[in-house]
Nanobody
Framework: QVQLVESGGGLVQAGVSLRLSCAAS????????MGWFRQAPGKEREFVGAVNWSSGNTYYTDSAKGRFTISRDNAKNTVYLQMNSLKPDDTAVYYC??????????????????WGQGTQVTVSS
């Protein structure tokens, strides 16, 4: 099992930056990928981006490219989601998740095996 703890959410104004963290523990050697998803009120959970646990290669959805950056600290088993120029539309609960079986599929919830509890990000206009 892999346990995930997210942190860093909060209430911010539009235009500022925020960094979310996701710390993994347990069987971290089994992790293949870590992804970030978000779910806004009344909407389905959507993929934001992901990182290959071993290589560090990242992949982003089109809406995240240019504003969001995923990075990884191997020593801490922690992945970060740096979010810049935040907009009210970015308001959502943000979740990190890990997959322990394979890289694909990358952008769907069922492609991941373990989930964090979520952290709320609220962007005011």
């Amino acid at each position: 099992q892999v346990q995930l703890v997210e942190s860093g959410g909060g209430l911010v104004q539009a235009g500022v930056s925020l960094r979310l963290s996701c710390a993994a523990s347990g069987r971290t050697f089994s992790i293949v990928k870590m992804g970030w998803f978000r779910q806004a009120p009344g909407k389905e959970r959507e993929f934001v981006g992901a990182v290959n646990w071993s290589s560090g290669n990242t992949y982003y959805t089109d809406s995240a490219k240019g504003r969001f950056t995923i990075s990884r600290d191997n020593a801490k088993n922690t992945v970060y989601l740096q979010m810049n120029s935040l907009k009210p539309d970015d308001t959502a609960v943000y979740y990190c998740a890990v997959g322990v079986r394979r890289w694909d599929p990358l952008s769907v919830s069922w492609g991941y095996d373990h989930w964090g509890q979520g952290t709320q990000v609220t962007v005011s206009s």
